[in-house]
């Protein structure tokens, strides 16, 4: 009986679908499917902790602030972006314009927030923090590290500050992933 040709590419080459080559990068790609599987559940779980109610209440005590749960993070996204005008707000916090201006209203009326027409567009109002303001976001922030060092006392400063690199690459290459998106639209 006659030997029998091998075809070219076929499962017995080299280049063939069943290559060594082949199958390591089929197995490279499962485990970064898996991997992205996993981060994306440690994502999910972390926003399932971080928006607990009883967590902000806890903050909220340990920074000894009176508050409403509902204008803290407002409070707090004005003062990492601001000046910030309502609309912008409300989209970045992914809630209704009209109930944004409402919240952003009773800031203003605690004396955490001016209200102020926009350099850029006088139509549109900017919300900026005061000095009570400022003093409010400052004692948040001292208590969520008060409250996080429990939780990190273990980590390394290399895994903390790796941590906090990798997370600020994702976000930002997502969010120019999100403009260039946007310019196609």
């Known amino acids: 009986m006659p030997a029998r040709a091998r075809s070219p590419g076929g499962p017995d080459t080299e280049k063939g679908p069943l290559s060594r080559k082949d199958g390591a990068a089929a ?6 499917q898996a991997t992205l599987r996993r981060l994306h559940g440690a994502i999910l779980d ?30 707090v996204v004005i003062e990492r972006s601001g000046p910030i005008g309502v609309g912008e707000l409300a989209e970045r916090v992914g809630r209704d314009y009209t109930t944004i201006s409402r919240q952003v209203a009773k800031l203003a009326s605690l ?9 850029a567009d006088a139509r549109v109002k900017e919300a900026i923090l005061t ?7 400052d004692a ?4 969520r590290q008060r409250l996080a060092a429990p939780v990190l006392a273990q980590w390394s400063d290399h895994d903390l500050t790796e941590l906090e690199r990798l997370l600020r690459r994702w976000v930002d290459d997502m969010a120019a992933m ?3 998106s946007a310019g196609r639209d």
Not at 111 to 119: C, D, F, H, Y
Not at 140 to 143: I, K, N, V
């Open 111 to 119: 004396g955490l927030v001016e209200r102020r027409p926009s350099p």
């Open 46 to 75: 972390l926003i399932v902790l971080m928006n607990l109610p009883g967590r902000d209440d806890d903050l909220l005590a340990e920074a000894g602030v009176s508050l409403d749960r509902a204008l803290f993070p407002l409070l």
């Open 131 to 137: 000095a009570e303001g400022r003093r409010v976001t």
């Open 140 to 143: 948040l922030d001292a208590a």
């Open 27 to 32: 197995l490279t790609t499962r485990r970064r």
């Open 178 to 180: 999100a403009t260039r």
